[in-house]
């Protein structure tokens, strides 16, 4: 079983509608999360980092997660086609190094 | 503020070339340094990481090795480049308490 876990997708949604990406975990150590947004050739960029149960907003964006199913999520309200992109969820790495372990990838379509 | 710079963005390289990627960070001082490599379709997997110069850590056994010359300044190398080092390669800091990671914007391999 992979540490993070991650529906590859692709997840194809019209304008406008509510997103929801979601990641499993395995090793509850250092349980801090973060999602990134890679476009197409691209490197990832940082979305949201958090650490806490329950839910984190910024803008259109929502993190929530949940400890004890060791379930992550990430919801996008309002999509828009510039949303459209590989979300990758990711954990720290429990050796306190600050690597990071990523799940596969969510790739997004938002159509018009 | 900071920023990470990678080069080349695209690279042909024949089977059994060297290879000497490099990678340096703007604006910080002593960061943890990592390389990545993601394949088609999937999640980032971690190849070396540095937390200071000189000092490098190598994740999976492979065709590759890293280098920290200098405090902001990480070189991916390779004597003799095989058709499976193919790839995207992404630099990476980790940010305050090394939590979080920030990417440069990859370098697309292509061993032919």
């Known amino acids: 079983q992979k540490e993070v876990e991650q529906d590859p997708g692709p997840l194809s949604v019209p304008e406008g509608a509510i997103v929801s990406l979601n990641c499993t975990y395995s090793?509850?150590?250092?349980?801090?999360f973060m999602w990134y947004r890679q476009y197409s050739r691209k490197g990832p960029e940082l979305l949201m980092y958090?650490?806490?149960?329950g839910n984190k907003e910024d803008g259109r964006f929502t993190a929530q997660v949940d400890k004890s199913s060791k379930y992550i999520s990430l919801f996008i309200r309002d999509s828009q086609p510039s949303d459209s992109a590989t979300y990758l969820c990711a954990k720290k790495d429990s050796s306190n190094t600050g690597k990071l372990i990523f799940g596969q990838g969510t790739t997004l379509q938002v159509k018009p | 503020s900071q920023t990470i710079h990678q080069w080349p963005a695209t690279l042909v390289q024949p089977v059994g070339s060297p290879l000497s990627l490099e990678c340096t960070v703007e604006?910080?001082?002593?960061?943890?340094l990592y390389w990545y490599r993601q394949a088609a379709g999937r999640g980032l997997q971690l190849l070396f990481y540095s937390v200071g110069i000189g000092q490098i850590s190598s994740e999976v056994p492979q065709n590759l090795s890293a280098s920290r010359p200098q405090d902001r300044q990480f070189i991916l190398s390779s004597k003799k480049l095989l058709l499976s080092d193919s790839g995207f390669y992404l630099c990476?800091?980790?940010?305050?308490?090394?939590?979080?990671?920030?990417f440069g914007q990859g370098t697309r391999l292509t061993v032919v």
């Open positions: 990476a800091w980790g940010g305050v308490g090394n939590t979080e990671a920030f």
């Open positions: 958090t650490y806490s149960s």
């Open positions: 604006g910080t001082s002593n960061p943890n």
């Open positions: 090793n509850s150590a250092f349980q801090y």
